[in-house]
């Protein structure tokens, strides 16, 4: 998880440059907001951990509840951009057998602030290998949604060239 956070700076300057309880003072005073921070990071991982395990699990509506009513998804095929209700009756199929689609997650990585964030996360899945997320979350009355998804296959650079000829072929080019 990405750990970079703006007060920490802040804090980082007032131990380097201030008297000891000059900087202890300051680290005090600043600690409730860098908790409010991590309230945020903890609330949203368990919205993303949620989706992933709603999608393992084939729970369409919880998996569906955690998007915005706008939202759009990008799968990994180029003709693959969806807004929520399409994206929904691709992905019915696949849910209605209890089991929709299973990604690990190895690691994830946040940015912004405020009620829009960001993240991008690397991702396992059997059949693809390894992936990637990217997203964007929102808070809307109180509670954090999924706003935008990307899903993108990660290809070794020592083989881009063979998979980029591949498509190439399957694309006409």
Known sequence: MNSRHPLL?????????????????VSLALLPAIGLADDHRAAIDALIDGLHQDAHEGNFQTYFDRYTPDAVFLGTDKSERWTIEEFKIYAEPAFEDGQGWTYS?????WEGEGNTRWFDEVLINEKLGHCRGTGVVELIDGEWKIAHYALTMLV?????????AQTQHADGI
């Open 9 to 25: 700076a802040v804090i980082s300057k007032a131990l380097s440059s201030a008297s000891s309880l000059k900087a202890i003072a």
């Open 105 to 109: 997650v190895k690691e994830r990585n």
């Open 156 to 164: 070794p650079n020592d083989i881009a060239a063979e998979v980029g």
